[in-house]
């Protein structure tokens, strides 16, 4: 008798794993980003968040089939896809279950600033009487204009001093678009002089040494936040081998801030001769412009400003590269914003190596602020004496201060560093808001600390605000009254670092948001609190975890007494 073996068949799928992609999501696809067949360069990874923003702007959402069409579109992973979509806060995934956002939505700002203007109250008000089904009305963060808060976006149009009135009133007349900028045009700025040092730069009749020499004598330092000496900076971007990149901050999300903002909407070519000429200080390939999502008017002006410069030939086509950010504080964080530059969610990088070693594609990288590199035109044409002459109690320089709160004039302030609160506020603010008296202020935006009436004679500038457990960051000074719920203050600080902080290390991730909780409580536990505060401080990767209990110690420290008076119990 024979046995007939029979070999098992492997069975094969026919198709890639995952669900099917109709041609036509591809074709559209294509239609929107151009094809990526005849131009490589469409796929390259570094253009994933343009991509996704071309999407969300065209549809007003991402749905899962243009995802996994993104993901064909590019040859890459859909995990890649789908981990980058749902990091930023502007993008809005819909899965294949659910139904796509209403057509019309409307951004509440709840920072500080804002909370303080009646921001809450306002929410509310339009949730009750705007229709769900057609306007989407959600909480955001900081828009960078807390001068003139409360502040609402609709679509991408912002109103200033908003109302429930004038919040319908555009929901109604369908204007969307963001608001017109008046700036100064190239020809303006260049009959003025502009372009001068770029042009001597470029010529060999300023050498770089002599201009970070300039910078030296002059001590400017980054003005994002950290006070690095500018010229130190770029000598150790220049010792590293080439190539090398230069990268622009215009992420300013730290709520309070909005200087960088003022300048760029006033002169956006001053800035760009600033970058260009720390491009040119550091030979770099090429730079980029990292710029909120938050300000769209401005990424319309630096689109037609910097078209000009290549009209004119003043920068190779190409040379200077604009990208949008989408939404996500932690990207003010050097690494966290070449990460996103790169096109992946914007994690901090552990270091060393630092970005000056280590950035952009993995090349040595110049990182500066907006307002530093848009003072160094102006340093070198006044003179670095200029710059240093100005100061007060024993301080050198200009500081650009974001002052809001409760004064009479806030807004952007230029004044000497080393001014103390009381000056800036009498000489520059118009006093306080009436009807209100001085309790507190926070010097350097939410993760600055919390100083009290009593301080408010120290100078604020760089290096003299650690002793009291504070710094000054990017000069964002937000002032309190004796009318402000300071449990209100403290649980606003915390629920905006416990919504940005990226998850990437337990410490910030899990700390926030137990810190909070412990806000929220009508009891305060110091020992509780200060214990884990010391474990965010010490153990988180980056700034944000180690700067987000600045505000609650402070409160702890300084005002025991207004917090038992607002009916807040504190043990310890």
């Known amino acids: 008798m024979t046995v007939e073996t029979v070999t098992p068949q492997r069975r094969f799928r026919g198709r890639p794993r995952g669900r099917d992609l109709p041609p036509v999501a591809l074709a559209s696809l294509r239609q929107l980003l151009g094809d990526e067949r005849s131009d490589p360069e469409c796929r390259r990874r570094d253009r994933l968040i343009e991509h996704l923003h071309a999407i969300q702007d065209a549809h007003g959402h991402l749905s899962m089939v243009a995802l996994r069409a993104l993901a064909a579109y590019m040859n890459l992973p859909m995990a890649a896809i789908y981990e980058t979509a749902t990091f930023y806060a502007h993008f809005d995934v819909v899965h294949d279950d659910q139904a796509p956002p209403p057509e019309v939505t409307v951004r509440v700002c709840d920072s500080l600033s804002c909370q303080l203007a009646g921001a809450a109250t306002l929410k509310a008000r339009l949730e009750a009487g705007l229709d769900p089904e057609a306007v989407r009305v959600v909480r955001a963060p900081c828009m960078g204009r807390c001068e003139t808060a409360p502040v609402v976006e609709v679509g991408h149009h912002h109103l200033l001093f908003a109302t429930a009135e004038g919040v319908e009133a555009v929901v109604d007349t369908g204007h969307f678009h963001p608001e017109a900028i008046v700036w100064q045009r190239l020809a303006d700025y260049r009959a003025a002089g502009g372009y001068r040092l770029l042009a001597d730069c470029r010529a060999g009749e300023v050498t770089v040494e002599a201009l970070m020499g300039e910078l030296e004598r002059a001590n400017l330092r980054g003005l994002g936040?950290?006070?690095?000496?500018?010229?130190?900076?770029?000598?150790?971007?220049?010792?590293?081998?080439?190539?090398?990149?230069?990268?622009?901050?215009?992420?300013?999300?730290?709520?309070?801030?909005?200087?960088?903002?003022?300048?760029?909407?006033?002169?956006?070519?001053?800035?760009?001769?600033?970058?260009?000429?720390?491009?040119?200080?550091?030979?770099?390939?090429?730079?980029?412009?990292?710029?909120?999502?938050?300000?769209?008017?401005?990424?319309?002006?630096?689109?037609?400003?910097?078209?000009?410069?290549?009209?004119?030939?003043?920068?190779?086509?190409?040379?200077?590269?604009?990208?949008?950010?989408?939404?996500?504080?932690?990207?003010?964080?050097?690494?966290?914003?070449i990460e996103s530059l790169e096109g992946k969610p914007g994690k901090p990088r552990h270091r060393p190596p630092f970005v000056a070693q280590q950035g952009l594609f993995g090349r040595p990288t110049l990182v500066n602020n907006v307002e530093t590199v848009y003072w160094i035109p102006l340093i070198h044409e006044k003179g670095a004496d200029w710059f240093a002459g100005h100061g007060r109690h024993g301080r050198s320089g200009l500081r650009s201060f974001s002052l809001s709160g409760r004064v009479r004039r806030p807004g952007v302030h230029l004044a000497p560093a080393g001014i103390t609160l009381n000056e800036l506020v009498e000489e520059y603010g118009g006093g306080m808001a009436e009807g209100h008296r001085l309790a507190g202020y926070l010097p350097g935006g939410a993760s600055g600390g919390i100083l009290p009436a009593s301080k408010a004679d120290i100078p604020l500038d760089f290096d003299t605000l650690q002793a009291e457990g504070c710094f000054i960051g990017s000069a964002a000074i937000i002032v309190l009254s004796d009318q402000d719920d300071l449990q209100a203050v403290a649980t606003n600080l915390l629920a905006f670092f416990a919504d940005e902080s990226c998850g990437q290390c337990t410490p910030c991730r899990v700390g926030t948001e137990k810190m909070l909780a412990l806000l929220e409580r009508d009891e305060w536990r110091v020992e509780e609190l200060e214990r884990l505060a010391q474990v965010m401080m010490d153990a988180s990767i980056c700034g944000l975890g180690q700067a987000a209990p600045n505000p609650v110690l402070g409160l702890l420290r300084d005002f025991r007494g207004e917090l038992a008076a607002q009916h807040v119990i504190v043990k310890g």
């Open 225 to 337: 936040g950290a006070g690095f000496p500018t010229f130190k900076k770029w000598r150790f971007v220049r010792q590293e081998p080439g190539p090398r990149y230069c990268a622009i901050n215009a992420d300013e999300g730290e709520p309070g801030t909005f200087k960088d903002r003022y300048y760029l909407e006033r002169s956006p070519h001053r800035f760009l001769e600033g970058a260009l000429v720390s491009a040119w200080a550091v030979e770099a390939c090429a730079l980029y412009i990292y710029l909120r999502d938050e300000y769209p008017g401005l990424h319309r002006v630096l689109h037609e400003a910097i078209a000009e410069l290549e009209a004119e030939g003043l920068a190779p086509p190409g040379y200077i590269v604009l990208r949008r950010g989408a939404g996500a504080y932690i990207c003010g964080e050097e690494s966290a914003m």
